[in-house]
T-cell receptor, first 113, second 110 residues
Framework: EAQVTQNPRYLITVTGKKLTVTCSQN?????MSWYRQDPGLGLRQIYY???????DKGDVPEGYKVSRKEKRNFPLILESPSPNQTSLYFC????????????FGQGTRLTVV | SQKIEQNSEALNIQEGKTATLTCNYT??????LQWYRQDPGRGPVFLLL?????KEKRKERLKVTFDTTLKQSLFHITASQPADSATYLC?????????FGTGTRLTIIP
């Protein structure tokens, strides 16, 4: 089954404690991206990757890191989480450069206290 | 940069009627627009894509139109059902990224 898998689904952490949210896709997509969703603000892109070893900042990259060492995986890293990073996060993948649909993961609800 | 605006934050429609959602874009005319459905706490799910040279696209009870003169796309659900209740997102892919509207929360009233 074609899917994007995020883990964990829910996470509560403390300020400053490094964390990683994993994202994996099984569709051989070149393009992967991370979004955060906040009430009234919609989905905003954090980082994206056009292919392996190629990553770029989206609209709200501050406080986040990503890596793309393999085509299928695109982890999101918060080196020192802060309460303003409390949000619902989504990973997505699609074929790059074509007008095709994006597939989204189930979401990760992060709370930083 | 491109901005996508969905003017109605919420829309209530009687079951069986046609729901019409509006998406307006600023700046340049996108090559295409996508529409997604999102249920609470879940990831968006792709519904339809319409290119700028297409006036209309249909899929079962769904219809999307694209008017480059008005810089607008309309999304219609005919014979609406309570199961159609969700948030609908208008999305543009350009400059290597997806730009989302804030969505319209549609409620179908039985």
């Amino acid at each position: 089954e074609a899917q994007v898998t995020q883990n964990p689904r829910y996470l509560i952490t403390v300020t400053g404690k490094k964390l990683t949210v994993t994202c994996s896709q099984n569709m051989n997509h070149e393009y992967m991206s991370w979004y955060r969703q906040d009430p009234g603000l919609g989905l905003r892109q954090i980082y994206y990757s056009m292919n392996v070893e190629v990553t770029d900042k989206g609209d709200v990259p501050e406080g986040y890191k990503v890596s793309r060492k393999e085509k299928r995986n695109f982890p999101l890293i918060l080196e020192s989480p802060s309460p303003n990073q409390t949000s619902l996060y989504f990973c997505a993948s699609s074929f790059a450069g074509t007008a095709t649909e994006a597939f989204f993961g189930q979401g990760t609800r992060l709370t930083v206290v | 940069s491109q901005k996508i605006e969905q003017n109605s934050e919420a829309l209530n429609i009687q079951e069986g009627k046609t729901a019409t959602l509006t998406c307006n874009y600023t700046n340049y005319s996108p090559a295409y627009l996508q529409w997604y459905r999102q249920d609470p706490g879940r990831g968006p799910v792709f519904l339809l894509l319409i290119r700028e040279n297409e006036k209309e696209k249909r899929k079962e009870r769904l219809k999307v139109t694209f008017d480059t003169t008005l810089k607008q796309s309309l999304f219609h659900i005919t014979a609406s059902q309570p199961a159609d209740s969700a948030t609908y997102l208008c999305v543009h892919f350009g400059n290597e990224k997806l730009t989302f509207g804030t969505g319209t929360r549609l409620t179908i009233i039985p």
